[in-house]
Nanobody, 118 residues
Framework: QVQLVESGGGLVQAGDSLRLSCAAS????????MGWFRRALGKQRELVAA???????NYADSVKGRFTSSRDNAKNTVYLQMNSLKPEDTAVYYC????????????WGQGTAVTVSS
């Protein structure tokens, strides 16, 4: 079992930056694949960033070049650095973890809201 707690959301202006954190419980965090999803009002959940246990990352086209995910296995924490934020980045952001895949037997955090004003 993994418990995930996100933090770092808030209200910012377009062009600003935010860093989201996701703290995980459990001694096997380093084995988990991690991901950041978001759900905007009235839209489906989408994968924003994924990071493997070894730190290899993938990003949605909409955030490439602006968002960076990283992990600190010693701190059981994964991060999402979000730069050059746009109003369309407004959403609730969720941290996800999975041993085999972030799309299978996924553990979810409670979400943290990000609002970007124009």
């Amino acid at each position: 079992q993994v418990q995930l707690v996100e933090s770092g959301g808030g209200l910012v202006q377009a062009g600003d930056s935010l860093r989201l954190s996701c703290a995980a419980s459990g001694r096997t965090f380093s084995r988990y694949k991690m991901g950041w999803f978001r759900r905007a009002l009235g839209k489906q959940r989408e994968l924003v960033a994924a990071i493997t246990s070894g730190g290899i990352t993938n990003y949605a086209d909409s955030v490439k070049g602006r968002f960076t995910s990283s992990r600190d296995n010693a701190k059981n924490t994964v991060y999402l650095q979000m730069n050059s934020l746009k109003p369309e980045d407004t959403a609730v952001y969720y941290c996800a973890a999975g041993e085999v895949s972030i799309h299978e037997d996924t553990y979810w955090g409670q979400g943290t809201a990000v609002t970007v004003s124009s």
